[in-house]
């Protein structure tokens, strides 16, 4: 166990993570304030906010507590590799729940495959692939909700899934496409009555988080901004992008099948004209603004909604241009 105090730890690890005190208190969600005073030991975080913390930092909770028993490197992408001697045990982990529905999913296959061979009498109007492909899609439906943040995205591809499935079970008649809209249309109206009324909390720790220029591990991820021309593509995943360029003069962003944020709190400067275009489908998209800079946010798309949250400085000497099609999502701009 560590001698350091938990303020100093804290301390310590922000600082070798290059984060601001308010960086901190915004991926936790407390004002910069708290910060200060857990750093000087004034007060101790809330038990429920050190996991947000420790996510933020790139370490363990254990570690956060001094508590870890093996040496941790802290990857770009903010992952964490141990070193050290392994204790083994048998024990649920909610980070396996992917990978043990993967293997559900492949189980799934290889009884369909012995079906298609031996071919039942109650199999014999249907195909190995009328069940595998809508079973693949609410698999990764289940994935989603697993492996980040549950959301209405995961939703609906886990219902479409079904409907598609019960269709070709025969369970279901009509239009599938009428329905299948339907069932979207919904999905997508609920999740965003619903973040009109739940702010939504990033933690920096479940995402791929990735610094200037790198690519991320977790997901199809790329990002750079090379001579302040911002180029962002994803998809599938839950993704994070801080950008550390000093000036942006515009870019591009396509997102699709997920959660993603781009990060611009720590640009200081924007070109004259700067535009950023915002490509969304089937995505929670999120961009960060500093205050320096107002955004003037034009969209287009289908059964898509968009929000703002917080404002710019008055005297925000900075303007940049976002121009946003949306279809099938969210995006929200934060201060």
Known sequence: MSTESM???????????GLTQKQLADAV???????????????????????????????????????????????????????????????WKA????????????????????????????????????????????FVGLSGCFSHEFSGFSLGVIAVGVIFLLNNLGVIQGNVWLILLAAVLVIVGVSIIVKQFIKK???????????????????KSEYSDTDGVISYNASFGDDCIICRAEKINGGKVNVSFGDFTLDLRDVREFGDGAELEVNASFAEAVVKLPQCVRAELSTNGA??????????????PYVLRIKAAVSFGNLEIVY
């Open 95 to 138: 980070g396996k729940t992917v990978g043990l529905i993967f293997g559900v999913f492949v189980i799934l296959a290889g009884v369909l495959l012995l079906f298609t061979i031996f071919k039942p009498e109650w199999f014999t109007n249907l195909s190995f692939w009328d069940i595998l492909w809508p079973s693949a899609i609410i």
């Open 201 to 219: 909390r990033k933690k920096l720790g479940g995402a791929t988080v990735v610094e200037n220029g790198a690519k991320g591990e977790k997901l």
């Open 7 to 17: 303020g100093k730890r804290i301390q310590r690890l922000r600082k070798e993570r």
């Open 29 to 91: 969600g407390v004002t910069p304030q708290a910060v200060s005073k857990w750093e000087t030991d004034e007060s101790c975080p809330d038990v429920t906010a050190l996991p947000l913390i420790a996510g933020a930092l790139g370490v363990s909770t254990d570690t956060l507590l001094g508590a870890s028993s093996a040496a941790t490197v802290v990857l770009e992408n903010g992952t964490e590799k141990k070193s050290g001697k392994a204790n083994w045990a048998w024990e």
């Open 303 to 316: 059964f898509s909604g968009k929000g703002v949250e917080g404002s710019p400085a008055p005297d925000a």
